[in-house]
């Protein structure tokens, strides 16, 4: 009897070693990480340290052998195993079997969690243990220590050398590293796809010549705020890493258009690149990158001083960037009109378009905009002081689909605007920062107010953020009506408005100014976000008014139309708050593209 039994238990191994060995691999450029089906991404692994921790009888162990459910193909059970939510369960099942341990065990150590010291350090002791029982520095395809970069330096990393399989990498804001540290890791690296290392301001050229080095098969690489990178390791990166899909350069002033043109040449797969305060940029590097990457959907060159018209007026006639979605032209002053019409022809499907401060700018551009229709989502004029209510009533008009859009100090803009602007039925934000000129008219109506007859039942408002800083017009009826049919909002900027920075009863629910501000600009802040929305809305309906939110509006046209506020305009002016600058309160609205700018694609 004990005869029949060896020869199962042999045939069961076979078809193991057989099932294993038959699973196909991956291609050698497939930039989709085989196991993405977790739905938690923190909670995708534990630091454990070693199988030996794991015990398990040898009876149980043989009888789990035998059974059908172990001798189901690997690639069942590894599509079973994706499926659990919890590290935990993914631990018992590597105590089951061989067999399931096998299979489990990549799923559990892809993505070490080191959210913590002791898991770092749990991780980096197993990673580094020449005598455990799975390779498991192999393993690693995923290495995230931007949650300690605090506590992160170069002796920290030293472990993580023997993990070469590496395909992303994120030390974001882990400052104390140096070359040292990254080169440490890179080397040998040659999975390598994603590399960030924003904000290590140490690193230099000696990091990046290692990753053009090391990783040829680099997909996309982040290095915001490393002022130190030049040209010179920049044009190596291009040149070796032919299938980069995504740069991130922001804030690394010593770029120039050698670097451009470098990627521009050899970098044929480029998707999104990001050149946000690269000063030294010119028209010619950025002409020839869209001229040779019609395939890029994301272009941001703000505050990119040197670029003028011509970056945009020299591309090659009938060429079309039908994969352009995303424009960031944020205080490109030197660009006027003749370049705006010239963008829109050339990129017919642009979803997002940020003209932040092209002062230049007039109605032509507006109206040309309005050839992008339903296309458009995210629209930024802000400091476009040019532009007239005429255009943006026909913005509205034809581009309906809007769902933020910035309008700050254009003062021309009047109650008409706002009015058109309440009837988008996708609109989630909306800047009209010392828009002065606008009256509660332009609050009602983004309350969707019925305000003139005939009166009609109107559904509540979709608006999240709301920018109203220094509307020196609004009145507290106007803001408690906003506040009363917009259930969804989350932020409400109010700098400056009379009505609410001299009652301290309400600024009791506003966040605190920033640090840096002066004590005039602390006494006009208001900024009301998350739990500070809600708890002044239950103030002012418990205050119970005496007025009806509803249905409120003026009906002294002198009232509406009368002059600006001298007094309050005064005061901006002597806190240095004037029209002219930013609503230095708020942050910064990003747009609706890749949060990393080192992300492969999925």
Known sequence: MSQPRDTTLQASETASVSSSSSSPERAGYDDTDFFTSQRNDSQSSLGVASLRDMTMSSSIELEHRISPVSRLPSELLISCFTKLSSSVDLRNCMLVSKTWSSNAVDLLWHRPLCNNWPNLQNVAKSVQEPTSYYPYGSLVKRLNLSNLSDEINDGTVQPFMHCKRIERLTLTGCKELTDHGVTTIVNGSTSLLALDITGLGAVTDHALKAVAENCPRLQGLNITDCRKVTDESLTAVAQRCRHLKRLKLNNCTLITDES????????????????????????????????????????????????TDNAFLELPRHLTFDSLRILDLTECFQVHDEAVEKIIDTAPRLRNLVLAKCKEITDRSVNAITRLGKNLHYIHLGHCAQITDAAVIQLVKMCNRIRYIDLACCHRLTDASVKQLATLPKLRRIGLVKCQAITDRSILALAKVCIEPPLRPMGPSLLERVHLSYCVHLTLQGIHALLNRCPKLTHLSLTGVQSFFLREDLTNFCRDAPAEFTEHQRTMFCVFSGPGVNKLRDYLNHEEPNYDTERTMYDDPEAEDGEPDHQVTGMMNATGLGVDDDDMNDEDEPGEGSQDGAEVDA
Not at 273 to 287: F, G, K, M, P, V
Not at 290 to 297: F, H
């Open 260 to 307: 451009v043109t470098t990627v521009a040449r050899h970098c044929p797969a480029m998707l999104e690149i990001d050149l946000h305060e690269c000063r030294q940029i010119t028209d010619a590097s950025i002409t020839l990158l869209m001229s040779r990457d019609r395939q890029l959907r994301e272009l941001r060159v703000a505050h990119c001083l040197e670029i």
